[in-house]
């Protein structure tokens, strides 16, 4: 048996595909399997080695502890582990982390239940769901800690008390995701003063967006793809991704039979969200071709429904090529 690490991580990464996980997932093991490649510095892999490794969870960035890190190196050993002692890859799913703590209280467990069905109703895609629910589970315990056992009792100061006390385990640059995934439960529960207390916590994304092509660079990729220095496949791919702004895990995962070749359409299961798209391409210029848009409005159990006319003026800007 090959127990070098890359000899394993080639087994791992042929057994994730052959199981159909996605290429995001598998790109996740590559990238830990390359850190654990740096780690053993041409030793043979060991469940000893393996412990060593999966206790390397402060983050190089930010020196500070990452659940993130912590979730992969454990995961990727946990793999590694089964594959030295019983020759084969146990692929078996496990929870992350137990999905955190969880609340004691009648009302708090209620509470969790029917945002865990809410969250099911509205189709979230069960990564969503586990950083969401992860999130306000974990603010419902912070509140039982305090002595507060039912939400009503909670006041605007409980969140940013709540933020604060993040900060032992995260990053001030990683409240941003936290944010993010606790201002939904908020909105749900139909407290807006929470909501509002959450937003005058200002919070702001660590890493800005990037911002998209100009006009200019868009020509220059485009005569770069035409030139013949750079080879097919990749200027397919390129191009694709320019003209359709699909995400690389998408692209990645794209077949030939997921193009109507007649119909000028590529239909896909997008990765990160499960959701299915359908995207409309032409092969050259073309006016006065009907497009068909849907639209679908998410109105949440707490809502409030009135009477009446509602209308929204949106602006569509289509291209030649890819509306």
């Known amino acids: 048996m090959d127990t070098t690490v890359s000899g394993i991580g080639a087994v791992v990464v042929a057994e994730l595909r052959a199981a159909g996980y996605m290429e995001s997932t598998v790109g ?9 490649t740096e780690f053993a510095s041409g030793r043979g892999y060991s469940t000893s080695l393996g412990a060593e490794f999966a206790s390397m969870t402060t983050s190089v960035r930010t020196g500070r502890f990452s659940a993130q890190r912590r979730f992969d190196y454990r995961r990727l050993v946990t793999v590694f582990d089964s594959y030295v002692q019983t020759g084969r890859v146990d692929l078996a799913v496990r929870g992350r982390g137990g999905g955190g703590p969880r ?7 209620a509470l ?28 419902l315990v912070f509140l039982e800690g305090h002595g507060i056992a039912v939400l009503d009792e909670a006041d605007g100061a409980s969140v940013l008390a709540f933020l604060e006390s993040l900060l032992d385990r995260w990053a001030r640059s990683s409240l941003f995701w936290v944010v993010s995934n606790f201002r939904p439960f908020l909105k749900f529960t139909g407290r807006a003063d929470l909501v509002n207390a959450l937003n005058l916590a200002g919070i702001k994304r660590f890493h800005a967006i990037v911002p998209v092509l100009g006009d200019g660079d868009e020509e220059r990729v485009v005569r770069a793809c035409a030139s013949g220095v750079v080879s097919a496949r990749d200027a397919a791919i390129t191009l694709l991704a320019l003209s359709t702004g699909l995400r690389a895990c998408d692209i990645v995962a794209l077949r030939m039979g997921d193009v109507d070749w007649r119909g000028n359409t590529i239909g896909i299961v997008q990765q990160k969200t499960g959701n299915p798209l359908t995207l409309l391409t032409y092969p050259g210029p073309i006016s006065n071709d009907p497009v068909a848009l849907q639209f679908q409005q998410q109105i949440g159990s707490t809502d409030a429904l009135r009477t009446g006319q509602y209308s929204k003026t949106l602006t569509f800007t289509l291209s030649t090529t890819a509306p």
């Open 112 to 139: 969790d239940a029917v945002w865990e069905a809410e969250m099911g109703r509205r189709g979230l895609a069960p990564a969503t769901r586990e950083a969401y629910g992860r999130v306000a589970r974990s603010y």
């Open 103 to 109: 609340t004691e209280g009648s009302d708090f467990v």
């Open 28 to 36: 996740q093991y590559a990238k830990s399997i390359k850190a654990l």
